[in-house]
């Protein structure tokens, strides 16, 4: 039996991005014996995976007992790879540590002293890079980064030093229970019962200009004029526009909204649904890499490149923007952007 562990200790959509990697490890080796290393933010979702044998979460605000134990328990295990795929501090000193045939590893640059001498660097180090990793990989950090880089298919040439013959536009793995599926249909049924599409609604729709006012009549006139029903998403949101959309639409027959849906249920209407929209919701991006849904994007357009290099290849991902450069664009103007783009789904 070969064992491998992974390290993933951020957040839900980073750890989306590898699970093509975890299948294609158990197709290739029927007997491994996979351990991930989490976060509390992907704690939930890695446990559901069936096909992780061992999760280990490193919580960076436990206390140095919790943190000790959590290393002892890495080190002491014999690894056939460990895979470094998150370039944090802990996942890189334990690295240093524990004991495997193969090591591979994710490095990000940047530049050090950026105004006086403008001087590469990386996370971890050259020297830890050459001296620890038997294979790396590098990546630029956003501050940096001056053309996309895409990240996913950086750490699919990398995992594909063990042979796993994996494309960048593989789909996404995750596991859907059948209760789930059943679950879903039943949601569907009886809020829905049409053609839909999706808005995810968070904190990251707080910078639109006007968006306390205006979201309640422009997704009216955009509902009339996609003539289909908008589910809308969300989990625990407190923004004041959210209240204000509540209390305006709530009578609405043609605008269901859909609260604190677990994963699994908010992945099935995420498929189910036209096209989702959202303002780079991570998860609802990326599980699009998985059940390969239509996604629209809102974002700053400064943050373009950046963002360009997490979408997933296998799907239709388009960006609309909420700003340009330092200039904040217009409710109206931003729903026009989705409509144009929805289009092109057709």
Known sequence: MKKFIIFRTDRLGDFLIITN???????????????????????????????????????????????????????????????????????????????????????????????????????????????????????????????????PSILVKLANNLNLKLNSKNNYFYEIKKKNIYLSKKLYNKRIKSNFILIHLDEKWNDIIFINTNLSQEL???????DKKIVI??????????????????????????????????????AMSSYSISCHSGFLVQISGFNNTNIIDIINKKDFQWYSCWKPLNTKHKFVYKSNLNKKIQLNSIFKQIVTVANKFK
């Open 233 to 270: 998403t969300s989990n625990n949101n407190r923004e004041l526009y959210y209240k204000y959309l509540k209390k305006n639409l709530k009578k609405n027959r043609k605008i269901i909204f859909l609260e604190n849906l677990n994963l699994a249920i908010f992945e099935r209407m995420i």
């Open 21 to 151: 990697i975890i299948r294609a490890i158990k197709r290739k080796y029927k007997n491994s014996h996979i351990t991930v290393v989490g976060s509390p933010y992907n704690k939930k979702i890695i446990n559901s995976y069936k096909t992780i044998n061992k999760v280990l979460i490193y919580d960076k605000n436990s206390t140095l007992r919790k943190k000790i134990s959590i290393f002892s328990n890495i080190v002491k295990s014999n690894y056939f790879c460990s895979l470094s795929l998150d370039g944090k501090s802990f996942s890189n000193f334990a690295n240093l540590f524990l004991k495997a045939k193969k090591k591979f590893g994710i490095a990000y640059k940047f530049n050090l002293f950026d105004f006086v001498l403008n001087l590469k660097w990386s996370k971890p180090n050259f020297f830890y890079n050459y001296f620890i990793f038997d294979k790396f990989e590098t990546f630029t950090s956003k501050k940096n980064l001056s053309n996309a880089e895409h990240l």
């Open 220 to 226: 009216l006139n955009f509902q009339k004029k996609v």
